[in-house]
């Protein structure tokens, strides 16, 4: 069944903050297998009630894309925040190196994300006049 899911970008200008994401190297669709990485994380972010949702990479002008099984976290990008220190415990070790092999961890600031739709504004095809068609094949 189709899903309509965000680009991590979309989301960061939605709740206007920087945000979090998690790639996965070797996603594959329909993933059954318990042990993998990515099952392995999510199983985690439940078990620690830290939300997530399927999300889409950063959105690109004139392309449709597959789903690669990134997740955006919900939980704000703040040093402070106590989900976000357990999350980066667990992915992360001291140095920021990822502690999972294949496993990715983001952050999308929200200035980049309005550069980033800014960019597209720009680059727009500034040639079509969608006015002009009544709606009736010619």
Not at 20 to 31: A, G, K, Q
Not at 56 to 75: C, Q, R
Not at 100 to 113: Q, S
């Amino acid at each position: 069944m189709p899903q309509l899911l965000q680009h991590i970008d979309a989301i960061a200008r939605e709740k206007n903050r920087d945000v979090l994401f998690v790639h996965f190297e070797d996603y594959e669709e329909n993933e059954q297998n318990p042990d993998s990485n990515r099952q392995d994380v999510l199983s985690w972010l439940e078990q620690n009630n830290i939300p997530y949702e399927k999300c889409m990479g950063l959105e690109e002008e004139g392309s449709i894309d597959s789903y690669w099984g990134d997740i955006y976290i919900d939980v704000p990008f703040d040093l402070e925040n106590e989900q976000y220190q357990i999350l980066s415990d667990y992915l992360e070790d001291e140095e920021g190196v990822m502690k999972i092999e294949g496993v990715y961890f983001f952050v999308l600031y929200l200035e980049t994300a309005i550069e980033l739709q800014a960019e597209r504004v720009m680059n727009a095809d500034t040639d079509f006049e969608d006015d002009t068609w009544n709606g009736t094949p010619s």
